[in-house]
């Protein structure tokens, strides 16, 4: 009763008039209202980070041999087809596994699947994967989702190289289109990688911890905001390297260690990659005399650089190049501000950016992994972007038709009353980035995990930025949360601009529901987003 109820609270009258159907006409203004353009893809690909994925690594096409009465291109005649086919691009690849079980049959069919596998899942679930061209697992064997089961073939009743794959539930078979959809893959033709999960921090057993996970800052509750908690794995150091050759890492002092873990907490990234900078500049302060460039204080910031990134880190009044906590406390904010969550080539990038040589890059990655290297709380598909609070995107496309804005929102409401987990993608609990990634879904439009990489996919050419008065029903609102001060961290839908209500996945003790976006300007990071009349598979182009 829940998900009825939901999709009629848009619908009171408001003067005998919808008010659902009266803020949704707005979104048909503009010119070419009507046609619908190619997404324009942001990175290698969308990571997997819930229980379910697609079957394939690689970018895929969606048969229009879909489930239900088809005509048999080999018997020629309409038969039931129990599955959806699927190609993968741009020849056979490998199949995966859609999500964790045990390989319940793994041979030769008799009855056109040629060679098949079928893995069982947890709730009577089971998935079939046909026609191919080998198989690479045995009856009984368990396997994670994205495990490889076989390569994609043509074997058995096939007139080419495809996947069938079928969705079973309690036996019988359910189309595979709305059931991945619902369990947060959509077949939807995208690549997809593998992914990193992270945990929050109080999952992970408190804040600070070694790892670098940790996600919130000095003041923040345990219930803050959050949203799609993947990441990546800082990365290794490569050549050439120079003072790290010679200079092992040293110990560092107590007092500086919980500095760096105070900045890295507040800004979410890894203490460790401060710990590195430190230890390339100053040896953790051992050595902060103002260098014949000019560089002053722990972390080595020109005066210039340092006007325009410094940070009062201990929160005393006054922000000082010398001090050591301001020092390291702006380093995070410049490295955030430099990309470093944009994927592993971020962090790279950002680090290139503090000091513009290779070998700086590697030594401080050196450095980073000998005091535990650590997870970055970003999209490692990394997709970079105009600088945040610039403008971006292209204001020229068309907006969205109202009725794809109709069922974008019909769906989202559909889900008020559903659990906040972070981490989770359907079908009864979501964060804030996988509802909203999951509605646009399901209008045809992919876009990434995360809410930063939402943002910086929008600005990649598949949305505008429009300015706080002028939003519609179906718009996307970013604001900074448990990230930091300095990065988006939590992502919504506009539900009514005359209210100025949302329906998002607003925090684990308010789940999914409608919420006032009325304090967002007194965010440190607030902007709306208006995606354009975009799909994956456009049925009318320019």
């Known amino acids: 009763m829940k998900k009825i109820a939901a999709i009629l609270l848009p619908l009171v009258l408001l003067a005998g008039i919808p008010i659902a159907a009266a803020v949704l006409v707005m979104a048909v203004a503009g010119p070419a209202a009507g046609e619908q353009l190619r997404t324009v893809a942001c990175g290698t690909g969308i990571p997997a980070t819930g229980q379910w994925r697609p079957p394939f690594t690689q970018r895929y096409t969606v048969s229009r041999r879909g489930f239900g009465q088809q ?67 045995r009856r009984g064997q368990p396997v994670t989702a994205g495990e490889g089961l076989g390569v994609e073939g043509s074997t058995g009743t096939s007139t080419g190289n495809h996947l069938h794959l079928e969705i079973l539930v309690a036996g019988v078979a359910t ?9 947060g893959a959509p077949l939807n033709g995208e690549a997809v990688t593998a992914g990193t999960t992270v945990t929050s921090a109080a999952a992970a057993g408190g804040r600070g911890g070694g790892n670098g996970a940790a996600t919130g800052g000095a003041g923040d509750s345990v219930d803050t905001v959050m949203e799609g908690g993947i990441g990546f794995e800082l990365p290794a150091p490569g050549s050439p390297r120079q003072a790290s050759l010679r200079n092992p890492p040293l110990p560092i002092p107590a007092k500086v260690k919980a ?52 940070v009062d880190g201990d929160r005393d009044g006054i922000v000082d190049i010398r001090n050591d906590a301001d020092s390291i406390t702006s380093a995070a904010n410049y490295l955030v501000r430099s990309g470093v969550a944009d994927g592993p080539d971020g962090v790279v990038r950002a680090l290139y950016a503090y000091n513009h040589a290779t070998w700086y890059v590697n030594d401080v990655l050196h450095y980073a992994h000998a005091y535990g290297g650590g997870i970055v ?39 008020a009353g559903d659990a906040y987990v972070m981490g989770a993608g359907g079908p009864d609990a979501w964060d804030c980035s996988s509802l909203v990634q999951a509605a646009f879904a ?10 930063g990489a939402q943002r910086a996919w929008l600005a990649k050419g598949n949305g505008f ?49 409608h919420f006032s976006y009325a304090a967002g300007p007194g965010h440190h990071i607030f902007e709306i987003w208006r995606v354009g009349n975009m799909a994956d598979q456009p049925t009318v182009t320019r």
């Open 377 to 415: 709380l970003g999209d490692p598909t990394g997709c970079d972007a105009p600088a945040l609070n610039d403008g971006g995107g292209d204001p020229a496309l068309p907006p969205l038709t109202s009725d794809r804005v109709r069922q974008l929102l019909q769906w989202a409401g559909s889900q």
């Open 71 to 137: 005509f048999h291109p080999i018997h020629l005649r309409w038969e039931h087809h129990s599955g959806q086919d699927l190609v993968s691009q741009p020849g056979p690849g490998p199949v995966v596994a859609i999500g964790p079980g045990r390989v319940a049959f793994a041979g030769v069919s008799r009855n056109g699947y040629g060679n098949y596998v079928d893995v069982t899942h947890a709730g009577g679930v089971t998935s079939r994967y046909g026609h191919l061209a080998r198989v690479d697992v």
């Open 259 to 310: 500095l760096y873990q105070a900045a890295a907490a507040r800004y979410a990234i890894p203490w460790t990659l401060l710990a590195g900078i430190g230890m390339e500049e100053t040896g953790h302060g051992s050595t902060s005399a103002t260098s014949s460039a000019g560089a002053q204080g722990l972390m080595q910031f020109m005066p210039a650089t340092f006007s325009a990134v410094g």
């Open 465 to 513: 930025r429009v300015q706080p008065g002028t939003e519609r029903p179906g718009d996307v609102i970013f604001w900074d949360s448990y990230l930091g001060p300095s990065r988006i961290g939590h992502v919504m839908l506009v539900w009514d601009p005359a209210t100025r209500t949302t329906i998002e996945a607003r925090s684990r003790s308010l789940g999914v529901g």
């Open 175 to 183: 189309d595979p289109v709305p059931w991945m959809l619902a369990h």
């Open 442 to 451: 399901r209008i045809g439009i992919s876009m990434p995990r995360t809410a």
